[in-house]
């Protein structure tokens, strides 16, 4: 059960806009804690997307942004390609944990 | 440009202890920290402990806390994990990281099996 709660999977056709949810709690990202998002295609290391909420990692595209409210973060992927089919997590701190923490991940199909 | 480059995969029986490497290159080593984040299969990412090259200082997630060490060589520009008493739940590819807040580069990927 992981402290970060993300849907396991969403699906989209090529050219729609899909956001991915990430729950957290008063002690994470309810805390202000910043959040980060990771892509990462099966089988190779995950790839950093948006770091500090909203700030695009070298190279993303801007198709990708990020946002928070409350207790929860979310990632927008926008014009969907064929290419964004992977696995999405969250990631911040957790004070009550002293440690990083990660959502259990959210497998994208593009349709 | 920035490496990250791990050993190569493992296979441990249960009871025993492993070691993954993890050699940067590209960047000051003693300028980031050096995370350790595990993946079993089909599963999601699991973040183990953090180490700050420079000092050495080490921060463990609690559930690995009394079977986990994290060090470095800096001459070698190399970080370490260990991990004791494996058990078959511990199959998993072993990741490392650089950075603090968030982790900007990631290494290849360690898979260590334990099976008896």
């Known amino acids: 059960q992981s402290v970060l709660t993300q849907p396991p999977s969403m699906s989209g056709a090529p050219g729609q806009r899909v956001t991915i949810s990430c729950t957290g709690q008063s002690s994470n990202i309810g805390a202000g804690y910043e959040v980060q998002w990771y892509q990462q295609i099966p089988g190779i290391a995950p790839k950093l997307l948006i770091y500090?909420?909203?700030k695009r990692a070298s190279g993303v595209p801007d198709r990708f942004s990020g946002a928070t409210s409350g207790t929860s973060a979310s990632l927008a992927i926008a014009g969907l390609q064929a290419e964004d089919e992977a696995d999405y997590y969250c990631?911040?701190?957790?004070?009550?944990?002293?440690?990083?923490?990660f959502g259990g991940g959210t497998k994208l199909t593009v349709l | 440009q920035v490496q990250l480059v791990q050993s190569g995969a493992e296979v441990k029986r249960p009871g025993a202890s492993v070691r993954v490497s993890c050699k940067a290159s590209?960047?000051?080593?003693?300028?980031?920290?050096i995370n350790w984040v595990r993946q079993a299969p089909g599963q999601g990412l699991e973040w183990m402990g953090w180490?700050?090259?420079?000092?050495?200082?080490?921060g463990y997630a609690s559930k690995f806390r009394d079977r986990v060490t994290m060090t470095r060589d800096t001459s070698m520009t190399t970080a370490y994990l260990d991990l004791s008493s494996l058990r078959s739940e511990d199959t998993a590819v072993y990741y490392c990281?650089?950075?603090?807040?968030?982790?900007?580069?990631w290494g290849q990927g360690t898979l260590v099996t334990v099976s008896s």
């Open positions: 590209g960047y000051t080593f003693t300028n980031q920290d």
């Open positions: 500090e909420n909203k």
């Open positions: 990281a650089r950075g603090l807040h968030y982790f900007d580069f």
């Open positions: 180490m700050n090259p420079n000092s050495g200082n080490t």
């Open positions: 990631q911040s701190f957790d004070s009550s944990l002293s440690g990083r923490v």
